[in-house]
C-alpha cells in the first residue's frame, strides 16, 4: 500500500508561482509511476502531468510550458512546479501513483488533494 500526502497548495495572484510536493510512503516510490490531477468545482478529474520511473513525462496541453513536474527518488518526493499561473488553473490538486512503472496516466494511489487558488 502506497500512501501519499501532498503539500504547498494555497492562495496566489495571477501570474504567480506555487510548488506542490507530494510525499510518498509504503513502496519502492522509484519504481513507481507518479502524476498530479486536479478538479476545478463542477468538472471532472483531469491529469495535469505525470512522470515514470525512468523520469518521461507528459503534460495536459493547457500547462505545457507553464508547469514542471519532477521527482526526488532519494527523498520519496514528487513536485509540481506551477509558474503564470491563470485563474482558471484553480482545482483541488490530487497526487497520483501507478504500480506500473511506466504509466503515463497513474491512478492505483491516491493522495487528499491540496486546494489551488489563484484569485487576485
Known amino acids: 500500500q502506497v500512501q501519499l500526502v501532498e503539500s504547498g497548495g494555497g492562495l496566489v495572484q495571477p501570474g504567480g508561482s506555487l510548488r506542490l510536493s507530494c510525499a510518498a510512503s509504503?513502496?519502492?516510490?522509484?519504481?513507481?509511476?507518479m502524476g498530479w490531477y486536479r478538479q476545478a468545482p463542477g468538472k471532472q478529474r483531469e491529469l495535469v502531468a505525470a512522470?515514470?520511473?525512468?523520469?518521461?513525462?507528459n503534460y495536459a496541453d493547457s500547462v505545457k510550458g507553464r508547469f514542471t513536474i519532477s521527482r526526488n527518488n532519494a527523498k520519496n518526493t514528487v513536485y509540481l512546479q506551477m509558474n503564470s499561473l491563470k485563474p482558471e488553473d484553480t482545482a483541488v490538486y490530487y497526487c497520483?501513483?501507478?504500480?506500473?512503472?511506466?504509466?503515463?496516466?497513474?491512478?492505483?494511489?491516491w493522495g487528499q488533494g491540496t486546494q489551488v487558488t489563484v484569485s487576485s
Open positions: 512522470i515514470t520511473s525512468g523520469g518521461r513525462t
Open positions: 509504503g513502496s519502492i516510490f522509484s519504481a513507481n509511476a
Open positions: 497520483a501513483a501507478d504500480r506500473f512503472a511506466y504509466s503515463t496516466t497513474p491512478n492505483d494511489y
